[in-house]
Structure formats: C-alpha cells, structure tokens
C-alpha cells in the first residue's frame, strides 16, 4: 500500500475514534459535576428537579424589571418565544428584553412549561449521552446494591401446593438464569449477580444506575394479563365518585376510597389506566373495572416483537402465543364479542379495546410508549420468573477505592509510559521516538474501541492498560534489533528498514497471536474483573500489531523516502 493511502487511513481510524471518544470526553470533562447528578438520577427525581427549576426561573422573570435584557442562561427561551410571536404572526423583536419574552405568553403557566421542556429535555439528553460513554466499574466508582428475596410463601399459596428444597433449589437456579438474560439484553453495564442464602440474590450494577431501570428488569415478571372490562361495574363507579368526590387509588395503584368496593359486582376488581407522561412515568388517567379472572396471562407467549401500528405510527406489541394460549384466547374472544378487553401490566391497564371477531394465535396491541413496549417485549422473550421476587434492600454505594484507585491507576499508567518513553529515547535514539509515537496511537486506539462498546473500566482493565504498555514495545524492540543487524551488513537504508520489519514480522505476530488466542478465552470462560482484564488485553494486543507493525513503519518510510534521512539512527552506540 502507497505512503499516501497508509496516511490516509490512519487519519481515518483518528477521526473515528475520536467520534467514539467524544461522549466520554464530553460528559467527563465538560459537563458540569450538578448536571450530571441530576442526569444519573431516577425520572421522577428529574421531574422534580425541571419542575423547580420551572417555577425558579418564572420567579426571577416577573421579579425583574421588565426593561431589562433577558439573562444569557435563560436566553433559550428566545427560540420558543420566537415561535410563540409567529404562531400570533407578531413582530419579533430584534433585541430580546424580559417584557418581550413575557409577551409571547397568556400567563405564568406557559412560561414554566416551555422553561421545564428545556430542563426536562437538557437532563434527559445527558442521561443518552452517559450510555455512550465508556463506564467506570463498581470498584472505581461505586454503584447500585440490590438485595433479592425469592417469596416462596407466594408462590406456594397461589399454586396451592408446598415445594420440596430440591424444587425450590431448582427455581431458584432458573430465576438467576431469567436475570442475567434480562440483564444482557437489557444492556446494563457488567452487573455482578450471584447467590445469597436459600432464597436470596445479590445484584451490584456499576456505576450511577437508573433505580427504575435496575427494578423493571428484576421485577418485571412479564406480568401481562388480559381482562374483559365490566362497562356496567364502571358506570357505578363513577355514580359513585359524583355522589362522594374521592381519590379512589393510591400511587401504587391499590384501592384507598375502600366505600367504592361496595358498589363492585363480586369477581371484579377497580383498576387504574394509565398513560406516560413527558418524563416517561406512569400518569393514571381514569379508572376500569375488571373482572378479577384472568383471561390470559403472559406465560401464554410464545413471543414477543415490537413493531409499528402502519397507521398511527405508535409503537405495538406482537405477541405469538403458544398452542394452548390460542386455544384459550381464541375461546375467550368468541365469548365476548363486542366486549371490552383490557391489557394489563402489573395490575397496570395500559390499553383497552373492544373485542370485534375471535382472535387465536397472533395478538396485536397499543397504548404502550416506545421504551415501554421494548422492555414488555424482552421481558416476555426472556421467560417468566419461576418465583416471585421482591426487592428487600436496594442502596446506592460509594466505590470501594474510587477516585484514590484511579488516579493510582492513571499515575501508574503515566509512570510506565514515562519510563517506558526514556527507555526507548536513551536506548535507540531517533528511532526510539518513532516508538513513542506509535505507543501513543496504540493506547488511544485501545481507549476508542473500548468505547464503541460502552465497555466498563475496572481496575483490572486499567492493570491490562498498564501490561500492554510494557508488552507494545516488545515488538518495536524486536524491530530495532532486526535492524541493527541489517545495518552491520552494510545495506541501505531503505533495504534496513524492510529487512527489519519484513524479518521481525513473524516473530512478533506469533508473540500477540498467542497472548490474544489466550485472552480470547479468558473473555468467554471467565467473568467479572477477570473478564475485563482479558478484554482489554485482547484489544489492547490487536493495537499494538497495527501500531507497531504498520505505523511504524510508514514513520520510517516517510524518513528514508520523503525527508532522505542520511542515516536511521536505532542506537548510540557504533555499529560494527
């Protein structure tokens, strides 16, 4: 390959690391430390933060003068304001000045609106760009520990029988396999599960975890059920409300006017319909009545896909359901034609419609927002738990050495870089500096790839970082020495420098192949910190064949073919 094509492609794999670098150097550098507080909070502690901040800034706007210029940190508001004036086809003001912005709406309401968008929306994309950042492990900077409890006593009394330990052991066995498939398909960062007890399990998720994220996908049990709706139960309900205005659910959804429970028909229970709001929480919108016999449950599908509705757009849940499932669907939906059927998730009804021809083995269903369909969808793929489980402890902890260990780690990596450096500067010259920088470009395209895959940063890994900085010279040494030798011989420069390498090759291909064939396994055999070290060491030792072997060299060739060095300095000492 020509110098030209060689430069040319190294400065493409820059560019595209560097791609991949930018969220982490943006959200580790450049974005504030109360920014990312907020941002790696739950959904409902960010509603409360926008909401604050809502009603702040409206505060400080009525309060100034209403002459004054709008402040710069509120200077986002000129965007909605300008539409606000063009929507009303008013006169956009060329300098915007507080009484200008309050102008453009009806009232106090609707400027807390649009302030709480713009904080709603801020925190929300901080929260995208965390997940693509490259994540520090449990033991740098701490994370989340959940606690795990199997309730055998639940189970036993809804199937009616007592089980055996030998059968509880078994279920307990199957439950952990259920959890680390959600856990991978979830996508959260190298989380440790491992058993504690007879019936409890312990969950640590690296990092500043999503509280409600970590409870959907341990608690999401795929607790889908459907119900016919009592129209004629519901119609009393809301008799009832007129006469006695009340909150008839509570936030968790259970019944707290319990004088409604007199008007209900027996064998039907009073649920809450619920939508999501703007911060992705359940917002209860009305109420049902459901007849307390469950139609179909989860455990009935086979399979689940998230698609589009080709209409509307809004995202749908296909389900397949099993032989026997569509035998029971099938029944059900002929029975009550014209009917209200309602789709339930954790006692949740997120969709409800009416039942217009028997269905049997292919369900179709709406009402769910995007990342909630996705989750029902992996969580009804991944297998019902065979026990249910329920959160006894869950505690964000602090890194067990934290900001002490990295920067251990990083002083210890600048350390073997600096000796590393001056070895090869005091030993082999000018060539010495070739071997810097491509050491360099090594060490950065390890960082990038790493990225690409939202990799986590253990200590372990940082140990790899710091073995593969001593193990990248090998094959510059290698290279140097072949060199040498050629240079005895009395050949040119441009012959040393492809002797050297063409000879050196092999050897040092050997070398990583079988370091990399070996970490290769430890990636699939081991886990933890173990595995982490294992993948850096294999990232790191694919760097170092394309530093050693094709960067260097293009830095030799553009020294003897382009610049004409006289002599390719490789040591201070005569060669013979």
């Given at each position: 390959?020509?110098?030209?094509?060689?430069?040319?492609?190294?400065?493409?794999?820059?560019?595209?690391?560097?791609?991949?670098?930018?969220?982490?150097?943006?959200?580790?550098?450049?974005?504030?430390?109360?920014?990312?507080?907020?941002?790696?909070?739950?959904?409902?502690?960010?509603?409360?933060?926008?909401?604050?901040?809502?009603?702040?800034?409206?505060?400080?706007?009525?309060?100034?003068?209403?002459?004054?210029?709008?402040?710069?940190?509120?200077?986002?508001?000129?965007?909605?304001?300008?539409?606000?004036?063009?929507?009303?086809?008013?006169?956009?003001?060329?300098?915007?000045?507080?009484?200008?912005?309050?102008?453009?709406?009806?009232?106090?309401?609707?400027?807390?609106?649009?302030?709480?968008?713009?904080?709603?929306?801020?925190?929300?994309?901080?929260?995208?760009?965390?997940?693509?950042?490259?994540?520090?492990?449990?033991?740098?900077?701490?994370?989340?520990?959940?606690?795990?409890?199997?309730?055998?006593?639940?189970?036993?009394?809804?199937?009616?029988?007592?089980?055996?330990?030998?059968?509880?052991?078994?279920?307990?066995?199957?439950?952990?396999?259920?959890?680390?498939?959600?856990?991978?398909?979830?996508?959260?960062?190298?989380?440790?599960?491992?058993?504690?007890?007879?019936?409890?399990?312990?969950?640590?998720?690296?990092?500043?975890?999503?509280?409600?994220?970590?409870?959907?996908?341990?608690?999401?049990?795929?607790?889908?059920?459907?119900?016919?709706?009592?129209?004629?139960?519901?119609?009393?309900?809301?008799?009832?409300?007129?006469?006695?205005?009340?909150?008839?659910?509570?936030?968790?959804?259970?019944?707290?006017?319990?004088?409604?429970?007199?008007?209900?028909?027996?064998?039907?229970?009073?649920?809450?319909?619920?939508?999501?709001?703007?911060?992705?929480?359940?917002?209860?919108?009305?109420?049902?009545?459901?007849?307390?016999?469950?139609?179909?449950?989860?455990?009935?599908?086979?399979?689940?896909?998230?698609?589009?509705?080709?209409?509307?757009?809004?995202?749908?849940?296909?389900?397949?359901?099993?032989?026997?499932?569509?035998?029971?669907?099938?029944?059900?939906t002929s029975a009550n034609v014209n009917k209200v059927l309602a789709v339930a998730l954790d006692n949740k009804v997120k969709a409800q419609a009416t039942i217009s021809e028997a269905i049997r083995d292919q369900v179709r269903v709406s009402g769910f927002k995007e990342e909630e369909a996705r989750d029902l969808?992996?969580?009804?793929?991944?297998?019902?738990?065979?026990?249910?489980?329920?959160?006894?402890?869950?505690?964000?902890?602090?890194?067990?050495?934290?900001?002490?260990?990295?920067?251990?780690?990083?002083?210890?990596?600048?350390?073997?870089?600096?000796?590393?450096?001056?070895?090869?500067?005091?030993?082999?010259?000018?060539?010495?500096?070739?071997?810097?920088?491509?050491?360099?470009?090594?060490?950065?395209?390890?960082?990038?790839?790493?990225?690409?895959?939202?990799?986590?940063?253990?200590?372990?890994?940082?140990?790899?970082?710091?073995?593969?900085?001593?193990?990248?010279?090998?094959?510059?040494?290698?290279?140097?020495?072949?060199?040498?030798?050629?240079?005895?011989?009395?050949?040119?420069?441009?012959?040393?420098?492809?002797?050297?390498?063409?000879?050196?090759?092999?050897?040092?291909?050997?070398?990583?192949?079988?370091?990399?064939?070996?970490?290769?396994?430890?990636?699939?055999?081991?886990?933890?910190?173990?595995?982490?070290?294992?993948?850096?060491?294999?990232?790191?030792?694919?760097?170092?064949?394309?530093?050693?072997?094709?960067?260097?060299?293009?830095?030799?060739?553009?020294?003897?073919?382009?610049?004409?060095?006289?002599?390719?300095?490789?040591?201070?000492?005569?060669?013979?």
């Amino acid at each position: 390959m020509k110098k030209r094509y060689r430069f040319l492609l190294i400065l493409v794999l820059v560019a595209v690391g560097f791609y991949f670098l930018w969220p982490s150097i943006k959200w580790y550098f450049l974005t504030p430390q109360a920014d990312k507080e907020v941002a790696e909070s739950s959904r409902n502690q960010i509603k409360v933060f926008a909401q604050e901040q809502a009603d702040e800034v409206v505060k400080k706007l009525v309060a100034q003068n209403p002459d004054d210029p709008l402040p710069a940190d509120q200077s986002y508001l000129v965007v909605k304001a300008t539409a606000r004036y063009r929507e009303t086809k008013k006169s956009v003001p060329a300098s915007w000045r507080v009484r200008d912005i309050l102008a453009a709406y009806t009232g106090r309401t609707e400027v807390a609106a649009d302030v709480e968008d713009h904080y709603r929306s801020r925190m929300f994309a901080l929260k995208d760009l965390k997940n693509q950042t490259l994540q520090l492990g449990l033991d740098l900077r701490g994370g989340m520990y959940v606690v795990i409890r199997a309730d055998f006593a639940a189970l036993e009394k809804t199937a009616g029988t007592t089980y055996t330990a030998a059968q509880k052991e078994d279920k307990m066995v199957t439950a952990l396999e259920v959890l680390r498939n959600r856990i991978d398909q979830f996508g959260l960062t190298e989380p440790s599960i491992r058993r504690q007890g007879a019936d409890q399990v312990i969950v640590e998720i690296p990092g500043t975890a999503d509280p409600e994220a970590v409870r959907r996908f341990i608690m999401g049990k795929g607790l889908l059920t459907f119900h016919i709706a009592d129209t004629d139960a519901l119609q009393k309900v809301r008799e009832h409300q007129a006469q006695t205005p009340s909150v008839l659910l509570d936030a968790a959804g259970n019944v707290k006017d319990t004088n409604v429970l007199s008007v209900l028909p027996k064998g039907t229970v009073l649920r809450g319909v619920y939508q999501k709001d703007a911060y992705g929480l359940d917002e209860l919108k009305g109420y049902t009545v459901l007849q307390e016999e469950v139609g179909l449950s989860g455990a009935e599908v086979r399979d689940a896909q998230v698609a589009r509705d080709p209409v509307t757009g809004e995202p749908t849940v296909n389900f397949i359901l099993t032989a026997q499932g569509g035998e029971i669907f099938y029944k059900l939906t002929s029975a009550n034609v014209n009917k209200v059927l309602a789709v339930a998730l954790d006692n949740k009804v997120k969709a409800q419609a009416t039942i217009s021809e028997a269905i049997r083995d292919q369900v179709r269903v709406s009402g769910f927002k995007e990342e909630e369909a996705r989750d029902l969808a992996l969580v009804l793929r991944t297998g019902s738990l065979p026990v249910p489980l329920e959160i006894i402890s869950q505690q964000a902890i602090g890194a067990s050495l934290g900001e002490d260990a990295i920067r251990q780690g990083i002083n210890a990596s600048a350390l073997g870089l600096a000796l590393v450096f001056l070895f090869m500067i005091l030993y082999y010259r000018r060539a010495g500096l070739n071997a810097i920088i491509a050491q360099l470009l090594n060490l950065y395209i390890i960082v990038s790839v790493l990225s690409v895959f939202n990799f986590t940063l253990t200590l372990s890994a940082i140990a790899g970082l710091v073995l593969n900085v001593g193990m990248a010279v090998d094959a510059s040494v290698l290279i140097f020495e072949r060199m040498k030798e050629e240079m005895r011989l009395g050949k040119s420069n441009h012959a040393v420098v492809k002797a050297g390498f063409d000879r050196a090759f092999w050897a040092i291909a050997d070398s990583n192949i079988t370091t990399i064939i070996a970490a290769l396994v430890l990636t699939q055999l081991a886990k933890g910190s173990i595995q982490g070290f294992a993948v850096t060491l294999t990232v790191g030792n694919i760097a170092t064949l394309f530093s050693a072997v094709f960067v260097s060299r293009l830095i030799f060739d553009f020294n003897v073919d382009v610049l004409k060095v006289r002599k390719i300095r490789v040591t201070w000492r005569k060669i013979a």
